[in-house]
Each structure stands twice: as structure tokens, then as C-alpha cells.
């Protein structure tokens, strides 16, 4: 672990858990920790040596000069809760790489164990049928069965069967095989909405996310960051209907006109 990780503290945690996050669908599980990030007193705590898990395919030139290397920033931060409950180690990853998301995945839960990290939590979009001015529910998967029944008093959505694509799930998996306590949050996202952040769905597993854990933030940010969101959303669909109508339809005060003429 030494040679893939830096560490930069070392401080006593109280019963600390863990949340990774990747970008992924509607960047959803990235928006929400980047905000716990700003809104809470979170600490550096060290990072991965990207360079082990990254292939970088090219460099930058400025000004004619060769730059090294850019590699994806892979950092942990954690956060001394003051009612010494519930405190947090938060990992955030730029990116995700192309090979190596298992061994990433057991080195992010090394450090996790070092310092005695009992249960992960990851986010991810649950893609799904509903409309972008619906406020999107949380759906819940964990790593066993008595986890599910805990998640049950949330009133998550249990689809009983799906799969969680990229190291938001896979980060999981390592977990259960390391008897390690995970839980996925998944917050609904339009299956015509994948391209563009949602921060609907993140506000969505953030107040599920605070409601397990006992802490309070606050969420105006975000709050005013989804509304904006869901008044854009609703304006490109209008502009798109509209260019539709243009090109594909015909006045009925022109078609009479041509019918005049003929």
C-alpha cells in the first residue's frame, strides 16, 4: 500500500465510514461528494499514485515545451464529526481507469481499513422511466441481506435485480469480498437525460445519505443548483419542440395559401 498511496495524516477516528466517488451517469455521485467537500470541514488525508492505475496517451505543449505527464486526481479527505458519531472518509476520483478498477478498488479499502473503516457507501443514476420535472426517488442495494432490511426504514426503492456499472458498483463488490458492510444510493435519472449533470439525483441521495449517517448540511446550494438544472432541462425541450414544429410541420394559413394558387 505504501507504494500506491501517500498518506498525509494520521488521526484518531471515531467509527468512521467511508464514500467513494467516481464520475459516472449525470455525474451524480461526483456532484454530491464534491458538495460535502465544501460544505463540511473535510481535511486532506492523503491520495493514490495515479500513475500505477492510469496510462497517460499523450502530453501538452506550451509554448513549444514538452509538459509532463497530467494523471487523474485521486484524493482522500476526512471529516471529525463534533458529536464524534458518524465521522467520514471521503474519496473522490477524477476519473476512472480503463484497467485496474479492481485493484484500485482494493487500494482505496486498504486505507479504509487502516483506519478501521467499518462500512463504504458509493452513489450512482438509476436510470428510469420518469420525467425530468419528477423529483427523482432513491433507489438502495447493500451488501447483504440485513443491510437491505436497514435500508427498508428509508423507504429506498429495492428493484431486486440490476447491475451497477463502473467502480460506483464494483467499488461494492470488492467490499463484500473483503467482509467489508456497502451500500449503494442510486438516484433516479430520465433515460433521455444521461448526458448532463444531474443534480437532481444528487440532492435526492443527499438527504437519504444524511438521514443514515445523523449529520446535517446545508443544502441551499444544491437545492437552487437542481431547480436551475430542472428550468434548463424544460427550456431545451421547449426550444427542440419548437425547431421540430418548424421544420417537420407547415402553417395551416400556408397550405391554404397554396392551395389558392394552384
Known amino acids: 500500500m505504501k507504494k500506491l498511496t501517500k498518506i498525509y495524516a494520521h488521526p484518531k477516528l471515531n467509527s468512521p465510514v467511508m464514500l467513494a466517488a467516481w464520475p459516472g451517469i449525470g455525474n451524480v455521485a461526483i456532484i454530491l461528494a464534491n458538495y460535502l467537500l465544501r460544505k463540511l ?124 456499472a463502473g467502480l460506483n458498483g464494483l467499488m461494492l463488490g470488492v467490499a463484500k469480498e473483503r467482509n467489508i458492510e456497502g451500500i449503494c444510493l442510486l438516484g433516479e435519472v430520465p433515460i433521455y437525460a444521461t448526458k448532463i449533470q444531474n443534480p437532481m439525483a444528487a440532492l435526492a441521495i443527499l438527504n437519504t445519505l444524511t438521514r443514515i449517517l445523523d449529520i446535517e448540511i446545508d443544502i441551499t446550494e444544491l437545492t437552487q443548483l437542481a431547480r436551475e438544472m430542472k428550468e434548463g432541462i424544460k427550456r431545451a425541450a421547449a426550444e427542440a419542440m419548437g425547431e421540430y414544429i418548424d421544420h417537420f410541420t407547415e402553417p395551416i394559413w400556408e397550405q391554404e395559401d397554396e392551395e389558392d394558387e394552384e
Open 41 to 164: 470541514p473535510f481535511k486532506k488525508l492523503g491520495e493514490i499514485e495515479a500513475c500505477h492505475f492510469f496510462d497517460p496517451i499523450g502530453v501538452a505543449v506550451r509554448d513549444n515545451v514538452v509538459e509532463s505527464p497530467n494523471f487523474p486526481q485521486s484524493r482522500f479527505y476526512y471529516w471529525k464529526n463534533a458529536t464524534k458519531e458518524n465521522e467520514l472518509i471521503l474519496f473522490i476520483g477524477e476519473a476512472q481507469p480503463t484497467s485496474k478498477g479492481y485493484d484500485l478498488a482494493n487500494c482505496i479499502l486498504d486505507v479504509g481499513l487502516k483506519f478501521n473503516v467499518k462500512r463504504v457507501y458509493t452513489c450512482a443514476a438509476a436510470l428510469a422511466r420518469i420525467h425530468h420535472t419528477e423529483s427523482p426517488k432513491v433507489w438502495g442495494v447493500a451488501t447483504n441481506t440485513s443491510l437491505t432490511e436497514e435500508l427498508a426504514q428509508y423507504n429506498l426503492i429495492q428493484k431486486g435485480n440490476l447491475q451497477i
